[in-house]
């Protein structure tokens, strides 16, 4: 029967992915997750690998939870009161953007991060990555079908594109956030965004 460890493993995962997330992946040493974790070089070797080895285990638990916690909001989260596609799809979008702007100091999303400082050269932080980045569009693009189904959004519209778009706004509203624009800016750069979605034509028109 093996050692039982002498700590917790969730917590010690998620002080990495923040020191990670705070000074990225070459602003990290391994004696910095050494003081972060309290835990010796040999310890964190022999538990989770090597530094890279750490940084992909956090880096894909993250995108992870934030997809499934996207697909959950996006259905209106437990005990919600329903409400139509569209809204609650802005509801979503809205509220990433006003989560971003309040955060003090801005780090934004570690995805972004993640993708930003190691995607063009390492292979496995760039499959992660994509993979995240399709799965959020996805679901925002099925949400739109779902509107399309309900009549508020043309039949004529891409639903796949259209995922992507607002992908691509609140992946941008992610790094304006961090230069510091006001949270107002944001929030009307997202409701302008959810103009573009196509409606269908009204009757007589």
Not at 10 to 38: I, N
Not at 161 to 182: M, N, P
């Amino acid at each position: 029967m093996g050692r039982k460890r002498g700590f917790d493993e969730v917590t010690v995962l998620d002080v990495v992915r923040d020191r990670f997330w705070s000074t990225g992946f070459e602003g990290t040493s391994t004696y910095d997750l050494m003081e972060a974790t309290g835990l010796g070089k040999g310890s964190i070797y022999k538990a989770f690998g090597n530094k890279r080895d750490l940084y992909l285990r956090v880096f894909a638990d993250y995108c992870h939870d934030l997809v499934a916690q996207a697909h959950e909001q996006l259905k209106g989260g437990p005990g919600a009161v329903p409400a139509s596609p569209v809204a609650r799809l802005e509801t979503y979008l809205l509220s990433i953007a006003t989560a971003f702007a309040a955060e003090s100091p801005h780090r934004g999303c570690f995805l972004t991060k993640g993708t930003a400082d190691l995607a063009a050269e390492d292979e496995k932080v760039a499959q992660t990555a994509r993979r995240a980045f399709d799965d959020l569009a996805s679901a925002f693009a099925a949400v739109i079908r779902e509107a399309q189904d309900a009549g508020e959004v043309s039949d004529e519209a891409d639903s796949t594109a259209l995922g992507y778009l607002l992908l691509s706004v609140i992946r941008g509203v992610d790094s304006l956030a961090k230069a510091d624009v006001d949270g107002s800016t944001l929030e009307r750069t997202v409701r302008c965004a959810m103009a573009l979605i196509p409606r269908p034509a009204t009757a007589g028109a």
